[in-house]
Nanobody, 123 residues
Framework: QVQLVESGGGLVQAGGSLRLSCAASGRTFAMGWFRQAPGKEREFVAATNWSGGSTYYADSVKGRFTISRDNAKNTVYLQMNSLKSEDTAVYYC???????????????????WGQGTQVTVSS
């Protein structure tokens, strides 16, 4: 069983930046970030494979968000720049055994989930 703990959320003005962290209790494999805004379904944000050599992004965050990982620390990061009000959501970290590129954006492909961290962007 892998436990995931997110941190780094908070309140920021539009155009600002935040960096989310997700610390895992053990070795992890593919890791991703999802988000859920009030009244909306959970949506994919970004993901990376075990080595960090392959990364995937939702179109809405490409060029603004960067996912990275430090396997020595069992931690994955989400650097969020140029934040917009529509980025406001609870952000969730996820981990799982994923073998196909098409599955990285699917929440169902991930086995482990964190509790989430709130990101609020004020306009």
């Amino acid at each position: 069983q892998v436990q995931l703990v997110e941190s780094g959320g908070g309140l920021v003005q539009a155009g600002g930046s935040l960096r989310l962290s997700c610390a895992a209790s053990g070795r992890t494999f593919a890791m991703g970030w999802f988000r859920q805004a009030p009244g909306k379904e959970r949506e994919f944000v970004a993901a990376t494979n075990w080595s960090g050599g392959s990364t995937y992004y939702a179109d809405s965050v490409k060029g603004r968000f960067t996912i990275s990982r430090d396997n020595a620390k069992n931690t994955v990061y989400l650097q969020m720049n140029s934040l917009k009000s529509e980025d406001t959501a609870v952000y969730y970290c996820a981990a799982g055994h994923i073998y196909y590129s098409r599955d990285y954006a699917r929440a169902e492909a991930y086995e482990y989930w964190g509790q989430g961290t709130q990101v609020t962007v004020s306009s």
